[in-house]
């Protein structure tokens, strides 16, 4: 793997003990050195402003409204209380802080870092800041220790706090043994003959039915905002692999779309508030942004209870007892006319209420959603901007389908440089950009660098993926740096943490398979039988509501290959879960 064989003189996390000094971190020499060429760049947090575009755009990038968070006074004043501890400190200046208001922290953090260091303090109020981690090694020890049996250091603290208004008690968010328990029930759906079923009856089919959406765009060479076309792909994926509803977003405008940007986008802001308003009960429906943040969850929490109510009619006695008897044969369970994560849920006798069930899928419906169709946006435009990988990439699809239009089981695992493009992509633009924790005891992390009781812990997964002191050539858009197609696909374990889009330790994803999966199979798709371009003069800028956005969409124009005349509709395919 391309890791950087460079080591940085700076402390890699934190404050540390002035009667010892760090270690430069050790990193592997890379797997295969790659001679660079020129190429066009991904787009870079550091340089980027938020000058908007002239194209317009279906989610609203402002989501709820916008921010109050520290200006620079809160620096000098938190360096006088903090000087027990030699942790740099965050220049937080007022032309800094406007990348935060409403915008995309992470652009911030990645300035901080390289005038700070891979470990600073980032003040965000008289009496509160973030431990700001950019260092591999530091990310791994918080992370294995985040609801850890063997040695719990660590909580989700302010994340579970900002985004309790959405998540409820689901499991993305919930701690301790209640999260040991919801995620030992949810764990077991997303099994591998569960992934077999989405990959044969609803990623490739869904992807066709968006493949066939574009046709009229290619014959009449009108633009394409392919951003918001992957959010309402993975839309409908998300709510028939969960739900085994369609949402039908690709034909129409689903408000549930907007709703969950807008929810996720309040989440990141009120983790950064000068003054946590939204702490105070009731007081949210008469603040104009909060307000608008709960009727977007009213809207989404109304959908997935309508989705609960009509599975739980359908499902009888003797199903339960057919995944009862799988459970306890140590088996899998699937039904097969409807093998939704719920309809296994609802089989399987979960014993928990409504609420309980409803905030579990929610979790699913909102990160499943978001992530994926993030993912395959800023793949499709590195391929774009890369034509040498995107010829790579288009001549393996071709290679492995032949004349079919979508991918078996098998296909999937030959589609080895296609997984290495999102792979690739996952690492430049993460979804999230950042990891949230609270220290529950007093930690050392390594080096000798002390974390006290209560310190809220950001881990900025962007910069750890982009520092020059983890990778080689790290602003470049290089598939190829992971190491042989042959060989594993990159994580958190084989890259030494160097590499985590899904995170890690106790806490990693549970739906890191089913992501990677609909994403190489949705881009096999749409690559099989299309070209893509952009439309010139666009200014891509980037924004966060807990995964990374266009400021004002992403605009291409399509044609069809010629690869793919003569290749069949997938408009039936694409419909309905239940009828395949």
Same mark, same amino acid.
């Given at each position: 793997? %391309? ?44 340089? @980027? ?23 620079? $006074? !809160?620096?000098?004043?938190? %360096?006088? $209380? ?22 995309? =922290? ?8 390289? @005038? ?45 706090? &900002? ?7 689901? /499991? ?13 029930? &949810? ?97 949210? $429906? ?28 359908? &499902? ?40 309980? #069930? ?6 699913? !419906?909102?990160?499943?959603? @978001? ?99 983890? $990778?080689?050539?790290? @602003? ?8 042989? #197609? ?36 949705? =881009?096999? &798709? ?5 070209? /893509? ?48």
């Amino acid at each position: 793997m %391309m890791l950087s064989g460079r080591t940085s003189g700076k402390p890699t996390v934190g404050s540390r003990s002035t009667s010892s000094r760090s270690a430069p971190l050790q990193r592997p020499a890379p797997f295969v050195p790659v001679k660079h060429v020129s190429r066009v760049a991904p787009v870079r947090a550091q340089n @980027e402003d938020d000058e908007p575009s002239t194209f317009g755009k279906n989610i609203d990038s402002k989501g709820a409204g916008t921010s109050f968070t520290s200006p620079g $006074w !809160l620096t000098q004043l938190n %360096m006088l $209380w903090g000087g027990k501890s030699n942790v740099p400190v965050a220049n937080a200046q007022p032309d800094d802080i406007k990348e935060l208001l409403g915008g995309a =922290l992470f652009k911030a953090l990645y300035k901080w870092m390289v @005038e700070s260091g891979p470990i600073y303090l980032l003040p965000t109020g008289p009496v509160s800041s973030f431990l700001v981690i950019s260092d591999p090694a530091a990310a791994k020890h918080v992370l294995r220790s985040t609801d850890n049996s063997q040695r719990n250091i660590y909580d989700k603290g302010l994340v579970a706090e &900002v985004s309790q208004f959405l998540f409820g008690q689901g /499991f993305a968010i919930t701690g301790g043994e209640e999260w040991k328990a919801r995620r030992r029930a &949810v764990g077991p759906s997303l099994h591998k003959g569960y992934l077999e079923a989405m990959l044969d009856r609803v990623f490739g089919a869904s992807s066709l039915f968006a493949a066939d959406k574009l046709r009229t765009a290619a014959a009449e060479g009108t633009p394409v905002n392919m951003e918001a076309l992957f959010s309402q792909l993975t839309l409908d994926i998300i709510g028939k692999s969960v739900f085994n509803y369609d949402f039908n977003s690709l034909t129409s405008n689903s408000p549930v779309i907007q709703a969950v940007y807008t929810a996720l986008k309040e989440t990141e802001q009120r983790a950064t508030d000068l003054l946590p308003l939204w702490k105070i009960p009731g007081i949210g $429906w008469f603040i104009p942004r909060q307000r608008k943040a709960l009727e977007a969850v009213e809207l989404i929490r109304k959908t997935t209870n309508d989705l609960i109510k009509q599975c739980k009619e359908m &499902v009888d006695e003797e199903e339960m007892r057919a995944a009862s008897a799988a459970a306890a044969a140590g088996t899998e369970y699937l039904n097969d006319a409807d093998p939704s994560v719920l309809r296994f849920l609802i089989a399987a006798r979960e014993e928990v209420d409504s609420t309980q #069930l409803r905030d579990d899928l929610l979790s699913m !419906l909102v990160a499943g959603h @978001e992530t994926t169709g993030s993912a395959l946006t800023w793949t499709l435009y590195l391929l774009v901007n890369n034509p040498d990988k995107m010829a790579k990439a288009q001549a393996e699809v071709d290679a492995v389908l032949g004349a079919r239009l979508t991918p078996t089981m098998a296909d999937y695992g030959q589609l080895r440089y296609v997984m290495r493009c999102v792979n690739e992509s996952m690492r430049l633009y993460p979804h999230p950009p950042v990891l949230l924790r609270r220290a529950l005891v007093e930690d050392e992390l390594p080096g000798g660098f002390k974390v006290p009781v209560g310190q809220d812990v950001m881990i900025s997964v962007y910069n750890i993926h982009h520092s020059p002191a983890v $990778w080689d050539d790290p @602003e470049a858009f290089i598939p190829e740096r992971f190491g042989p #197609l042959d060989g594993p696909v990159p994580n958190e374990q084989n890259t030494d943490f160097r590499y985590i889009p899904f995170s890690g330790g106790p806490r990693k994803c549970v739906g890191d398979q089913f992501a990677l999966m609909e994403a190489v199979v949705a =881009l096999t &798709v749409l690559l099989r039988q299309y070209d /893509f371009t952009m439309v010139p003069n666009q200014k891509i800028g980037m924004t966060t509501g807990a995964t990374i956005h266009t400021t004002d969409g992403l605009y291409m124009y399509v044609k069809e290959r010629r690869a793919a005349a003569g290749g069949g509709s997938g408009v039936a395919g694409g419909k309905q879960l239940a009828a395949a």
